[in-house]
Structure formats: structure tokens, C-alpha cells
């Protein structure tokens, strides 16, 4: 089977002489394989296309795609957008009794797939024209397990609940205390026990509009609200950005308790996380923006690692690359140059004090931070970076500093394109930043972007390389992995590490996804402390080391996948956490 989708947002029929309708040899041979729709953009016939590819070659602005799929998807089709637009092929099946994770890279249909079964939108089974009656879906599901949910859900007896992707934005959407919009949100009588279990009490109080309340906090907050619905279904969009290792596990945990009553289906990029919390995956593959296919259920640890192989052996498809982990040859430290040191630094404020062991940093490295959420990390960081002084101790700084903040807002009205020909300008012109950092994170298609459209993990793509780009001598980036999938996590690693490697500089990450870290940092700096009172950085320390105070301090072991080496969470009390806690092996135990 051909499909030919139309990438509406890169279509640009004003800038263009629309080569993909001139060159079209059908066309030329007097069919009408493309013709002019809407906006003077182009529609092409499936019917009539033989898949040459020359519009294809032809768009100078890569809108189009022409893509094989096997023949046996036809009659798989759930939904369609419009003609040449977006398609998804089957849904992942919720169940009772256990946790349902959906994997796979952003723009592929993941979040459709919700809308769909949540009942937000009508599966039209390919018909975008004339939308298929109930009746017509139910017909097409008749015998399969998604029968008996659409016909509920087309008597309406099916409720559900959605914990959106994107919490920033709640402050903008709802108004009022925290306690007020729980309580609101309570049709389960459960208030007070969600609270307990997710430690809210103490924010009750904060107004959720005012813009004083944290990512995390949004996070737990709209978790919460979930919870307190008393419905059949529950999806979780994304629920572990923001939050620190300690809350993913104790969400995670909240979750897994909940699928054993209800059906859950959960969308997670953070491999430990997703790894810990669902039984079974399904993995989503695709191409962005053009189609997506859900696949058949796999065991969690199955999944995760046919997903890292890039290649799924029951399809016969390759649909990424293959992504290793190693056990680290950590880097000799002592052999590079120091690039800063620092010395007993201090910092209070009203409520929260900050204590730092004298560290040093040295050139070409990357330093991991970890710890939980509101301990310091970030006051550090801007201590390093000059944007808050220090109340005691020293920083010898002759050093720039380019910050990207945990927080970004598109505050730039104007495109992708504008924004970089203003602050990156070196991105267009310098080879090397062109090779190691346009291309790799895919920033091309993102250019003709109005900066306040981008989705989070585009705006996060773009911050990461505007700050990598900017003249420094240390990158501190905190919290990249916010709303990239698995894979861009994984390049994102490997470009930093690149830039950094390349140009003899150093980077400090913040980040809370275990594999990123993993993967990204030749030393890590500890947090401990009590968050939000006070907080006690040390180090840096080796990877193994690092890990392994950081574990033992929030009290969880990892162990090895024997297959592919990635860390693994260990479930409390079983053989293996017992064995490694004897040995005070947090991390590294094969
Ligand atoms: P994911 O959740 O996997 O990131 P989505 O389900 O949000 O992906 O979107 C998949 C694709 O569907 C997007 O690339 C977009 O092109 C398309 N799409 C989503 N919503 C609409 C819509 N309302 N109209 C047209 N196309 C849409
Ligand atoms: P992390 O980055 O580890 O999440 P932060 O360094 O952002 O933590 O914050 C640590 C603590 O310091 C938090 O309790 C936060 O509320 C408090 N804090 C941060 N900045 C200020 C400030 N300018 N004034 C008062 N308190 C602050
Ligand atoms: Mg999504």
C-alpha cells in the first residue's frame, strides 16, 4: 500500500513554483495525480501516484512524502486527519488488572490514540470526508477486544480522565488554590488520601495562577486531579517531566496500584521509569507528522529492549538506530585541565540554605547533577553563572557562562528562524555547528515555526541549541530531557557530548532521567538535603560513585539489564535489592 501525506505546516505554495505538480510525470501525461487544493496547496491522488518520487526530490522544503506500508495495514486504518494528512493504524488496548505504556517518538500519533479512546474524538476509520457513524465503528471493531469500549463509549457509558502532556500551561487554563481545585476535582471521595500519598499538604494553600508554584508541583497537581476521578479510565500523558527520581518512582508506584483496578494507559519517555511502572508496551512506530502504527503488546522489558535494538523482528521493521549502553571507562580526570574551582560556597534565603564542598571542574567534561527537587541544584548553578551571588565562599571566575533555564517560555514573537538569526546567528554560518548541531537536532523543519506555536519538545530542542552555541566556557543546561522522546534524549546526549568534547569546553546537566544521565555525564555532583529547608552538594565524583551515593540517599537500586546493560529499577525487597544493598552496590551490580 502507498500513502502520500502532505506536510501542511512546511508547504510554502506562496515561496514556491510548485515544482511537485510540474515535474509529476502523470501529471504531465495529462492525469490528475496532483492538483491545486486549499491555499494553493497540493493534493495528491494515491489512486494515481506510481510512487516515482520526483515531488518527492522536487519540494524544496521536504512537505512531501510518499511511503510503502505493508499491504495488511489497509484495513487498519483508525483515523485520518484529512487527505494526505496524518494517519494512525490500530490502538493499544487498555485492560484491567494491569499497566498499558505507550511508547514511542514524538508526533506519531501517541496522543491521538488517546483522544481517541478517551472519547475527546470519533475514530473515522480513514474517512475524513464523512464521518462514519457508530454504528460503522462498531461494525469495524466487531469481535475484538476494542468492541465492548467503543460501544460503551458510544452509549456514553464509559468515563475517563486525561493528565494532559503539558502542565506549564495549567496556570493559564485554571484559577484559584490548590485545595480548591482538588476539592473540585474529587468525584471520589478521596481527597485526603491522594494528598497524603503524593505529599501535597503542604501546598494546599499556593494559588495555582499566581506563577509561584514549580514544574514538579504542577506535575503532582495534575496527577492529583486525575486520581480523584472515580472513572473506568485513566491516561497519563506524560507524567514524570518535571518531577525528581524519588516522586517518578512514588507516582509511578501511585499508578501501578491504581491498574489493578482500573484500566491505565500511560505515555512515558523516561526508559527507568516506564520500565518500573507498566507490564506491557505497546511501541508506536512511524514517521513524524506522516503516519504512526501501534503495535501488539509486549512485556515491558521486552519492549524497552526491542525498542533500544531499533528493530522490531515480529514486523520485519527498522525504525531507528540501535542505542547501546556501557558500563563507562571513566575518564581520567586528573589528566585535563582545570577549567574552575570553587570553595565552601554558601547560600540562604528566607527558608532554604545552600551548603557547596570546594569541587573542581575540568576542561572537555561533562558533570551529571542529581538530587531531588527543590535542594539547590539550580541556585548552584546560577551561583556559577554569576546570576546570584553567593552569600559566603568563593568562585574563581574568570569564566562565561551560557545558561539554558529549566524553564522555557517562547517569549520571542517571531519564527524559529528570526529568533536564531538574533541570538544564534553562528548556527547558519559555523560548519561544525551546522554538523554537529542543526542537523542532529533536526532543527530544519522548525525554522519557518512561530516560536510561541512549538511544541515542548521543539521550543526544548531549540533552547538547547541556542545555548550550546552561545561563547562560553561552561554550558549549564538544566533539565534537557523535558518532553523529548527516548530517542532525542539519546542524540542530545551525544551532541552535547560532541560540542563539548570538540570544542575542550565543559558542561554542567541537571536532569532527572537516570539513563540520560547515564549516558551523558563523565562525573556527577550530589545533592542531599531536605528539600526545600536545606541542601548539601558534593562532589564531583565519579559516575559509579556519584550514582551510588545519590541512590543510597533516596533509597533505590538499579541493576543491569544482562541484554543491553541498561539500568533497571529493582523492586523493593526482591532478591536483588537485598543482595545489592548488602554490598552498597546502588548502580553498577551486572
Ligand atoms: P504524539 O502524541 O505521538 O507526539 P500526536 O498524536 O499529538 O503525536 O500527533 C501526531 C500527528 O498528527 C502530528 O504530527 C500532527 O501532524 C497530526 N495531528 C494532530 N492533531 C491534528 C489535527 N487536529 N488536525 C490535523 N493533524 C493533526
Ligand atoms: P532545585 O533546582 O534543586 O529544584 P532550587 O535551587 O531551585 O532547587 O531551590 C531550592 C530551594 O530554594 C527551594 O525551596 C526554593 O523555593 C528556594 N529558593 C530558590 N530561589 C529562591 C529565592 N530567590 N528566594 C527565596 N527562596 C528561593
Ligand atoms: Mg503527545
Same mark, same amino acid.
Given at each position: 500500500m502507498r500513502i502520500a501525506v502532505l506536510i501542511k505546516d512546511r508547504c510554502k505554495p506562496k515561496n514556491c513554483s510548485m515544482e511537485c505538480i510540474k515535474f509529476c510525470p502523470r501529471v504531465r501525461a495529462g492525469d490528475e495525480t496532483v492538483t491545486r487544493g486549499e491555499e494553493g496547496k497540493p493534493v495528491i491522488s494515491e489512486e494515481l501516484c506510481v510512487g516515482c518520487g520526483i515531488c518527492v526530490h522536487k519540494c524544496?522544503?521536504?512537505? *512531501?512524502? +510518499?511511503?510503502?506500508?505493508a499491504e495488511e495495514l489497509k484495513t487498519d486504518l483508525v483515523h485520518q486527519f484529512d487527505q494526505n494528512g496524518f494517519r494512525l493504524f490500530r490502538l493499544p488496548t487498555p485492560k484491567k488488572g494491569s499497566c498499558i505504556g505507550i511508547l514511542g517518538p514524538n508526533g506519531i500519533g501517541k496522543t491521538t490514540a488517546i483522544k481517541l479512546l478517551s472519547g475527546q474524538m470519533k475514530p473515522n476509520l480513514g474517512d475524513y470526508d464523512d464521518e462514519p457513524s457508530w454504528e460503522d465503528v462498531l461494525e469495524y471493531y466487531a469481535g475484538t477486544e476494542l468492541h465492548d469500549h467503543f460501544k460503551n463509549l458510544a452509549n456514553k457509558e464509559i468515563k475517563s480522565v486525561v493528565k494532559p502532556q503539558y502542565v506549564d500551561r495549567l496556570p493559564k487554563i485554571m484559577k484559584g488554590k490548590i485545595?480548591?481545585?482538588?476539592?473540585?476535582?474529587?468525584?471520589?471521595?478521596?481527597?485526603?488520601?491522594?494528598?497524603?500519598?503524593?505529599?501535597?499538604?503542604? +501546598?494546599?494553600?499556593?494559588?495555582?495562577?499566581?506563577?509561584?508554584?514549580?514544574?514538579?508541583?504542577?506535575?503532582?497537581?495534575?496527577?492529583?486531579?486525575?486520581?480523584?476521578?472515580?472513572?473506568?479510565?485513566?491516561?497519563?500523558?506524560?507524567?514524570?517531566?518535571?518531577?525528581d527520581i524519588h516522586q517518578r518512582l512514588k507516582v509511578a508506584h501511585i499508578i501501578k496500584e491504581l491498574s489493578e483496578e482500573r484500566k491505565v494507559l500511560v505515555i512515558e519517555h523516561d526508559l527507568a521509569v516506564l520500565d518500573f511502572l507498566c507490564d506491557n508496551v505497546h511501541l508506536v512506530y512511524g514517521d513524524e507528522g506522516a503516519y504512526g502504527v501501534v503495535t501488539h503488546p509486549r512485556g515491558v522489558r521486552h519492549a524497552i529492549n526491542t525498542y533500544l535494538s531499533g528493530y522490531l523482528k515480529e514486523e520485519n521493521i527498522r525504525f531507528g538506530e540501535k542505542i547501546e549502553f556501557f558500563a563507562h571507562p571513566p575518564k581520567k580526570r586528573q589528566e585535563m585541565n582545570i577549567l574552575i574551582t570553587y570553595d565552601n560556597l554558601s547560600k540562604s534565603f528566607k527558608e532554604f540554605s545552600l551548603e557547596i564542598e570546594r569541587g573542581i571542574i575540568r576542561q572537555g567534561e561533562i558533570i551529571g547533577i542529581v538530587g531531588l527537587n527543590a535542594i539547590g541544584k539550580t541556585t548552584f548553578v546560577k551561583?556559577?553563572?554569576?546570576?546570584?551571588?553567593?552569600?559566603?565562599?568563593? *568562585?574563581?571566575?574568570?569564566?562565561?557562562?551560557?545558561?539554558?533555564?529549566?524553564?522555557?517560555?517562547?517569549?520571542?514573537?517571531?519564527?524559529?528562524?528570526?529568533?536564531?538569526?538574533?541570538?544564534?546567528?553562528?548556527?547558519?554560518?559555523?560548519?561544525?555547528?551546522?554538523?554537529?548541531?542543526?542537523?542532529?537536532?533536526?532543527?530544519?523543519?522548525?525554522?519557518?515555526?512561530?516560536?510561541?506555536?512549538?511544541?515542548g519538545g521543539e521550543l526544548q530542542r531549540v533552547a538547547i541549541a541556542n545555548s550550546l552555541v552561545q561563547e562560553a566556557d561552561i554550558y549549564l543546561i538544566d533539565e534537557p530531557s523535558a518532553y523529548l522522546d527516548s530517542e532525542q534524549r539519546m542524540v542530545t546526549s551525544r551532541t552535547v557530548r560532541r560540542v563539548i568534547e570538540k570544542s575542550g569546553k565543559s558542561a554542567m546537566i541537571v536532569d532527572h532521567d537516570v539513563y540520560f544521565i547515564d549516558m551523558i555525564s563523565d562525573a556527577l555532583i550530589v545533592f542531599d538535603g531536605e528539600p526545600g529547608k536545606n541542601g548539601k552538594g558534593r562532589g564531583p565524583f565519579s559516575l559509579h560513585e556519584g550514582m551510588n551515593r545519590f541512590l543510597k540517599d533516596v533509597d533505590i537500586t538499579f541493576r543491569r539489564d544482562e541484554e543491553t546493560h541498561r539500568p533497571r529499577v529493582n523492586k523493593p525487597g526482591s532478591y536483588m535489592d537485598r543482595t545489592q544493598r548488602q554490598d552498597g552496590e546502588y548502580y553498577y551490580s551486572m
Open positions: 524544496p522544503f521536504d512537505a *512531501i512524502k +510518499i511511503i510503502g506500508l485545595r480548591d481545585v482538588l476539592k473540585k476535582a474529587d468525584t471520589s471521595g478521596t481527597f485526603d488520601i491522594v494528598v497524603e500519598k503524593l505529599g501535597l499538604a503542604g +501546598i494546599l494553600d499556593k494559588d495555582i495562577g499566581k506563577g509561584t508554584i514549580s514544574g514538579g508541583e504542577l506535575q503532582l497537581v495534575s496527577i492529583a486531579a486525575a486520581l480523584l476521578k472515580d472513572v473506568d479510565l485513566y491516561f497519563f500523558d506524560e507524567p514524570s517531566s518535571y518531577l551561583m556559577l553563572s554569576g546570576v546570584i551571588e553567593p552569600s559566603s565562599g568563593k *568562585i574563581e571566575y574568570d569564566i562565561k557562562v551560557s545558561y539554558k533555564p529549566q524553564y522555557i517560555s517562547p517569549d520571542f514573537s517571531g519564527s524559529v528562524r528570526e529568533f536564531f538569526e538574533w541570538k544564534a546567528q553562528q548556527l547558519f554560518t559555523s560548519p561544525f555547528l551546522k554538523a554537529e548541531i542543526f542537523k542532529p537536532l533536526n532543527l530544519k523543519y522548525l525554522l519557518d515555526k512561530q516560536m510561541d506555536t512549538l511544541s
